[in-house]
Protein backbone atom coordinates (compact mmCIF):
# COMPACT_ATOMS: atom_id res chain seq x y z
CA UNK A 1 0.00 0.00 0.00
CA UNK A 2 1.57 3.55 -1.33
CA UNK A 3 2.28 6.17 1.67
CA UNK A 4 1.41 9.27 1.59
CA UNK A 5 3.03 11.27 -1.67
CA UNK A 6 4.46 14.95 -1.86
CA UNK A 7 5.98 16.37 -4.93
CA UNK A 8 7.87 18.16 -5.64
CA UNK A 9 10.85 16.98 -3.19
CA UNK A 10 12.76 20.25 -3.40
CA UNK A 11 11.65 23.77 -4.97
CA UNK A 12 13.79 26.90 -4.96
CA UNK A 13 12.01 29.96 -5.23
CA UNK A 14 12.20 33.80 -4.88
CA UNK A 15 10.44 36.28 -3.12
CA UNK A 16 7.82 37.49 -4.18
CA UNK A 17 6.71 34.55 -6.71
CA UNK A 18 4.07 31.85 -5.72
CA UNK A 19 4.07 28.08 -5.43
CA UNK A 20 2.06 25.03 -5.28
CA UNK A 21 2.78 21.41 -3.59
CA UNK A 22 0.72 18.94 -3.81
CA UNK A 23 -0.23 15.71 -1.69
CA UNK A 24 -1.55 12.17 -2.40
CA UNK A 25 -2.91 10.41 0.33
CA UNK A 26 -2.58 6.56 0.90
CA UNK A 27 -5.79 5.18 -0.85
CA UNK A 28 -9.06 5.34 1.30
CA UNK A 29 -7.86 8.37 3.48
CA UNK A 30 -10.00 11.30 3.19
CA UNK A 31 -8.84 13.33 5.26
CA UNK A 32 -5.29 15.68 5.06
CA UNK A 33 -3.50 18.21 6.86
CA UNK A 34 -0.78 19.95 6.39
CA UNK A 35 2.14 21.20 8.45
CA UNK A 36 5.43 23.27 7.85
CA UNK A 37 8.09 22.70 9.89
CA UNK A 38 10.87 25.36 10.61
CA UNK A 39 14.24 25.17 12.57
CA UNK A 40 12.73 28.29 14.58
CA UNK A 41 9.39 27.32 15.06
CA UNK A 42 9.07 23.46 14.86
CA UNK A 43 6.21 21.75 13.29
CA UNK A 44 2.84 24.22 13.14
CA UNK A 45 -0.54 23.38 11.87
CA UNK A 46 -1.35 24.55 8.63
CA UNK A 47 -4.92 23.37 7.71
CA UNK A 48 -6.75 20.33 7.70
CA UNK A 49 -9.36 18.98 4.74
CA UNK A 50 -11.85 16.64 5.11
CA UNK A 51 -14.55 16.37 2.13
CA UNK A 52 -12.82 19.37 0.13
CA UNK A 53 -13.91 20.99 3.30
CA UNK A 54 -11.21 22.95 4.87
CA UNK A 55 -12.30 21.68 8.74
CA UNK A 56 -9.75 23.43 10.84
CA UNK A 57 -6.83 26.38 10.12
CA UNK A 58 -4.08 27.81 11.96
CA UNK A 59 -2.42 30.76 12.40
CA UNK A 60 -0.85 31.71 9.10
CA UNK A 61 -1.46 34.60 7.19
CA UNK A 62 -4.11 34.63 3.98
CA UNK A 63 -1.02 34.01 1.70
CA UNK A 64 -1.20 30.30 2.60
CA UNK A 65 -4.18 28.17 1.45
CA UNK A 66 -5.27 25.01 0.17
CA UNK A 67 -7.53 22.92 -1.28
CA UNK A 68 -8.71 19.57 -1.44
CA UNK A 69 -10.11 17.77 -4.59
CA UNK A 70 -13.02 14.73 -4.91
CA UNK A 71 -9.83 12.11 -4.55
CA UNK A 72 -8.92 13.44 -1.66
CA UNK A 73 -6.04 14.75 -3.23
CA UNK A 74 -4.80 18.41 -1.80
CA UNK A 75 -2.65 21.15 -2.64
CA UNK A 76 -1.55 24.03 -0.86
CA UNK A 77 -0.27 27.37 -2.53
CA UNK A 78 1.61 29.97 -0.64
CA UNK A 79 1.55 33.44 -2.62
CA UNK A 80 3.87 36.22 -2.71
CA UNK A 81 6.73 34.20 -1.18
CA UNK A 82 8.51 35.48 2.04
CA UNK A 83 12.25 34.46 2.84
CA UNK A 84 10.51 33.09 5.99
CA UNK A 85 8.56 30.97 3.84
CA UNK A 86 11.19 28.88 3.48
CA UNK A 87 10.62 25.23 5.29
CA UNK A 88 9.75 21.59 4.94
CA UNK A 89 5.98 21.44 4.47
CA UNK A 90 4.49 18.36 5.69
CA UNK A 91 1.58 16.60 4.80
CA UNK A 92 -0.63 14.01 7.03
CA UNK A 93 -3.12 11.67 5.60
CA UNK A 94 -5.49 9.69 7.72
CA UNK A 95 -9.07 7.91 7.52
CA UNK A 96 -11.29 10.30 8.98
CA UNK A 97 -11.26 13.92 10.98
CA UNK A 98 -11.88 11.48 14.07
CA UNK A 99 -9.16 9.24 13.67
CA UNK A 100 -6.05 10.36 15.15
CA UNK A 101 -3.60 8.07 13.72
CA UNK A 102 -1.75 10.34 10.82
CA UNK A 103 0.68 9.16 8.14
CA UNK A 104 2.59 11.57 7.29
CA UNK A 105 4.26 11.94 3.93
CA UNK A 106 7.97 13.28 3.33
CA UNK A 107 7.57 16.63 2.88
CA UNK A 108 8.34 19.48 0.49
CA UNK A 109 11.86 21.36 0.95
CA UNK A 110 10.60 24.61 0.03
CA UNK A 111 13.41 27.74 -0.59
CA UNK A 112 13.48 31.25 -0.39
CA UNK A 113 15.92 33.11 -2.20
CA UNK B 1 -4.46 27.35 24.21
CA UNK B 2 -2.68 24.23 23.80
CA UNK B 3 1.39 23.40 23.77
CA UNK B 4 3.56 21.05 24.50
CA UNK B 5 7.34 21.43 26.46
CA UNK B 6 9.69 18.46 25.63
CA UNK B 7 13.43 18.74 26.79
CA UNK B 8 15.82 20.12 24.39
CA UNK B 9 18.73 18.12 22.60
CA UNK B 10 20.69 16.94 21.34
CA UNK B 11 21.17 14.09 23.92
CA UNK B 12 23.69 11.55 22.93
CA UNK B 13 24.01 8.45 24.36
CA UNK B 14 26.39 5.05 23.88
CA UNK B 15 24.57 2.47 22.69
CA UNK B 16 22.29 0.16 25.47
CA UNK B 17 21.90 3.35 27.69
CA UNK B 18 18.68 3.83 28.87
CA UNK B 19 16.70 6.57 27.25
CA UNK B 20 13.88 9.50 29.01
CA UNK B 21 12.88 12.01 26.92
CA UNK B 22 10.30 14.51 29.03
CA UNK B 23 7.59 16.22 27.60
CA UNK B 24 4.77 17.49 29.88
CA UNK B 25 1.64 19.46 28.15
CA UNK B 26 -1.11 21.99 28.82
CA UNK B 27 -4.22 21.88 26.91
CA UNK B 28 -8.44 22.05 27.98
CA UNK B 29 -10.26 19.19 27.97
CA UNK B 30 -9.00 15.21 28.13
CA UNK B 31 -5.99 15.26 25.11
CA UNK B 32 -4.46 12.44 22.79
CA UNK B 33 -0.61 12.23 23.53
CA UNK B 34 1.36 11.15 21.50
CA UNK B 35 5.42 10.44 20.31
CA UNK B 36 6.21 10.84 16.57
CA UNK B 37 9.86 10.34 15.34
CA UNK B 38 11.50 11.68 12.66
CA UNK B 39 14.47 9.79 10.97
CA UNK B 40 16.87 11.67 8.63
CA UNK B 41 15.06 13.07 5.15
CA UNK B 42 11.81 11.55 6.07
CA UNK B 43 8.44 12.57 7.31
CA UNK B 44 7.12 11.58 10.58
CA UNK B 45 6.75 7.65 11.74
CA UNK B 46 4.05 7.60 14.55
CA UNK B 47 5.78 5.92 17.55
CA UNK B 48 3.17 5.30 20.50
CA UNK B 49 0.11 7.18 21.29
CA UNK B 50 -2.21 6.88 24.78
CA UNK B 51 -5.50 7.86 24.71
CA UNK B 52 -6.28 8.45 28.17
CA UNK B 53 -4.99 8.93 31.55
CA UNK B 54 -2.36 6.32 32.96
CA UNK B 55 -2.52 4.23 29.35
CA UNK B 56 0.68 3.23 28.40
CA UNK B 57 1.70 3.29 25.04
CA UNK B 58 4.37 1.32 23.51
CA UNK B 59 6.20 0.15 20.41
CA UNK B 60 9.66 -1.32 19.46
CA UNK B 61 11.27 -1.18 22.97
CA UNK B 62 9.65 2.42 23.65
CA UNK B 63 7.43 3.32 26.47
CA UNK B 64 5.49 5.98 27.35
CA UNK B 65 2.59 6.68 30.14
CA UNK B 66 0.03 9.32 30.08
CA UNK B 67 0.04 11.04 33.67
CA UNK B 68 -2.53 13.56 34.33
CA UNK B 69 -1.51 14.27 37.33
CA UNK B 70 1.66 15.74 36.57
CA UNK B 71 0.40 16.75 33.08
CA UNK B 72 3.73 14.27 31.24
CA UNK B 73 4.29 11.85 28.99
CA UNK B 74 7.86 10.38 29.11
CA UNK B 75 9.28 8.70 26.52
CA UNK B 76 11.60 5.94 27.98
CA UNK B 77 13.49 3.13 26.62
CA UNK B 78 15.57 0.39 28.37
CA UNK B 79 18.36 -0.02 26.11
CA UNK B 80 18.94 1.86 23.15
CA UNK B 81 20.24 1.30 19.46
CA UNK B 82 22.58 3.16 16.89
CA UNK B 83 19.28 2.76 14.54
CA UNK B 84 17.48 4.46 16.93
CA UNK B 85 19.41 8.17 16.08
CA UNK B 86 16.20 10.32 15.17
CA UNK B 87 14.57 13.26 15.97
CA UNK B 88 11.59 12.54 18.95
CA UNK B 89 8.08 14.96 18.56
CA UNK B 90 5.77 14.72 21.10
CA UNK B 91 2.57 15.76 20.15
CA UNK B 92 -1.02 16.02 21.65
CA UNK B 93 -4.68 15.66 19.81
CA UNK B 94 -7.45 17.51 22.06
CA UNK B 95 -10.69 15.86 21.76
CA UNK B 96 -12.27 19.08 21.65
CA UNK B 97 -10.85 20.10 18.57
CA UNK B 98 -13.16 19.22 15.07
CA UNK B 99 -10.80 17.14 13.57
CA UNK B 100 -6.87 15.88 13.60
CA UNK B 101 -4.91 19.31 14.78
CA UNK B 102 -1.75 18.04 16.68
CA UNK B 103 0.01 20.41 18.81
CA UNK B 104 3.65 19.63 18.89
CA UNK B 105 6.59 20.28 21.24
CA UNK B 106 10.25 21.26 19.97
CA UNK B 107 11.62 18.10 18.76
CA UNK B 108 14.49 16.19 20.46
CA UNK B 109 17.05 14.84 18.46
CA UNK B 110 18.60 11.62 19.93
CA UNK B 111 22.64 10.10 18.88
CA UNK B 112 23.42 7.34 19.65
CA UNK B 113 26.94 6.15 19.56
CA UNK B 114 28.14 2.99 19.24
Known amino acids: KAGVTQTPRYLIKTRGQQVTLSCSPI?????VSWYQQTPGQGLQFLFE???????NKGNFPGRFSGRQFSNSRSEMNVSTLELGDSALYLC????????????FGSGTQLSVL | GNSVTQMEGPVTLSEEAFLTINCTYTATGYPSLFWYVQYPGEGLQLLLKATKADDKGSNKGFEATYRKETTSFHLEKGSVQVSDSAVYFC?????????????FGGGTRLMVKP
Open chain 2, 91 to 103: ALSALNNAGNMLT
Open chain 1, 49 to 55: YFSETQR
Open chain 1, 27 to 31: SGHRS
Open chain 1, 92 to 103: ASSRSITNEKLF
